[in-house]
Nanobody, 127 residues
Framework: AIEPEESGGGSVQTGGSLRLSCYASGFPGTNSDAGWYRQTPTNECELVASISSLKTMYYLDSVKGRFTISKGDARNQIFLQMNDLRPEDTARYYC?????????????????????WGRGIQVTVSS
């Protein structure tokens, strides 16, 4: 499995913005969907956003209109721009690719189902 490099997390107040970055091989452009998951309080991972090799995008309903996923100029980069952050967005976010990006997966099994899975990066939104 490939462990990508994730960055851009941190702590912000409600209404703030953060931009997550992910660098790894196996991203869109190599016939691979890529996206971001976040860990829920029940230790499941929910798909927040994804982008296909054809630039088709998916967003979790609760983040539509606030988050934007994009590809970098290089083939091995994806980004997640998060605006108007809310306390319920607080979670550990994981970069994922090269495998089935299901709406929900068990976080512990993710590294075995996806060839690219990050260590995660913390996003904390305070009220």
């Amino acid at each position: 499995a490939i462990e990508p490099e994730e960055s851009g997390g941190g702590s912000v107040q409600t209404g703030g913005s953060l931009r997550l970055s992910c660098y790894a091989s196996g991203f869109p452009g190599t016939n691979s969907d890529a996206g971001w998951y976040r860990q829920t309080p029940t230790n499941e991972c929910e798909l927040v956003a994804s982008i296909s090799s054809l630039k088709t995008m998916y967003y979790l309903d609760s983040v539509k209109g606030r988050f934007t996923i994009s590809k970098g100029d290089a083939r091995n980069q994806i980004f997640l721009q998060m605006n108007d952050l809310r306390p319920e967005d607080t979670a550990r976010y994981y970069c994922a690719a090269d495998g089935p990006l299901l709406p929900r997966i068990t976080c512990a099994y993710a590294p075995y189902r996806l060839n690219t899975w990050g260590r995660g990066i913390q996003v904390t939104v305070s009220s």
